[in-house]
């Protein structure tokens, strides 16, 4: 058995636990102040009380951006990523929806959106509060094991594994080409035909062949640990430029944006907790892609090949933002938040015997869809069948014919299962969570193979908070479950006993003594 060594593998993190809670409270709120005047100096529509729990909720949540970009945290600590996704999510996400008046379709509105925005503002500030909590509780110093497991790559058995899981991934993803015609009666099929009756059936083949471009960048990054020559930024951004033109590849030509910018997220993260660390810089560069890249992919997602004419000009831009209903707003206010969705729930749920109560029923259906309907025909539903009929009563819900396809978030699905008083509860369970895998990452070991798989957990902290149940088992899962099950084969695992001098920082250990 040879055992790649430890000293050409990644650094210990630097982390500080002991923050200047206050003066980032202080200097969030400094910063939503000034964007909130600069709001009411736009639009007498800011000029409401909704502003208020807004601005809390954004005072809050801001605190870990500003945490993170003062650098008293690490680039990729969930808590600062999701400090910073939160403040769109909670604050900036309800000004620009008042803003641009940019609301859910094809509803019968609230008389004054900005009432639900306030009142789902108020549920999360209390949300916000038990997330922190319970973040925080969780990660506390007695809570971080002195006994750990070490993950270390079987040099022997690596190779042969990943080869071979190479081939059998990119022969799969050949096959499927050619179950379509080719690359271009692929995207033919999807364009042609809704996404879901022209792959269904499809899940499990393409949860092993779109694993092809995360293998392939974790042999990179495993190998190029050892050589210099690989630590450079020049091959480091034209490894990622590969990787991101194999992954629209590998999934993203049926329309599936998540499959490519969630991708190339695990891959950054990959690159920083192995090869070298990643800058400020690097990580704001890579938010303005993403927004780029989910407004010029909407334009494909809505209208195919079609969608192209949008990189030509502003015209063709305006002319297939009005057929197909995508523009910035979508992708910003659409994929990244779910304001006016949670807001239109809440409203919907205040009026009398308009609606009844999941009771759990869209989680065990989230759950289900690991089962292939070819074994379990009348397995339980998402959260389709409820979120038609809250939007539009009861028995809406007509399946193949007229349901909602909306993504509801944490607190939206809570909502449509327990009401608005469960809203605090989840937003507990999103903290421990949140709270684990801040605590996985200072507690690994330099080496220790699951940092290649560190990203997809922080990556699943903010699915978990815009996404609903099904959405987070299917990124979980497929996804996760072939690298995952690579690494799990390819590694040796080993005791140790860590002697730490200093339990406030995890980069001061004296010693790692194998039992």
Known sequence: MSILPLQNL????????????????????YICTFILIGCMAASHQFLHWFVIPVFLCGVLVGSDAVSWFRGQIDIFDPVGILGLLGFHFFFLAPLLHVYWDYWMAYVIPPYDWRDWLGAMAFLNILGLIAYRLSRDFWFRDQHKPVYQTIWQLDSQRFLPIVILALVVTAGLQVWVYARFGGIVGYIQTYTERHVSESFQGFGWV???????????????????????????????????????????LFGGLRGSRSN?????????????????????KFIIIGCVFLVIFLYFYGFYKGAGLDGLAALQSAEARLELTQQTGRGIETAILGDLARSDVQAFLLYRLSIPNNYEYALGRTYAGG???????????????????????????????VPGVWQSSNVYGLAGEAMLNFG??????????????????????????????????????????????????????????????????????????????VLVEDRNNASDRLARIPL
């Open 10 to 29: 990644p650094r210990p993190l630097n982390f500080q636990p002991a923050q200047p809670i206050i003066s980032n409270l202080c200097i969030s709120a």
């Open 260 to 280: 490519t910018v969630w991708g190339l997220f695990w891959a950054i993260g990959m690159i920083h907790f192995w090869i070298r660390p990643v800058s400020k």
């Open 206 to 248: 393409f949860m092993i062949s779109e694993s092809f471009p995360i293998l392939a960048l974790m042999l990179f990054v495993i190998y190029g640990s050892r050589n210099k020559n690989y630590k450079s930024w020049i091959v480091i951004t034209i490894v990622l430029l590969v990787f991101l033109i194999v992954r629209f």
């Open 367 to 397: 759950l289900s869809i690991l089962i292939p309907r070819s074994i379990w025909p009348d397995r339980p539903l998402t959260k389709i069948k409820e979120g038609t009929e809250v939007q539009y009563g009861r028995g809406s819900f």
């Open 420 to 497: 608005p008083v469960s809203v605090s509860f989840v937003f507990l369970i999103w903290g421990i969570t949140v709270g684990y895998v801040r605590r996985l990452m200072i507690t690994l070991n330099a080496g220790d193979v699951r940092f290649l798989l560190l990203p997809l957990l922080i990556n699943g902290c903010f699915i978990l908070l815009v996404g609903d149940s099904d959405n987070i088992v299917f990124f979980l899962v497929k996804d996760g479950a072939v690298p995952f099950l690579v690494l799990m084969l390819c590694s040796s695992k080993a005791p140790i006993t």
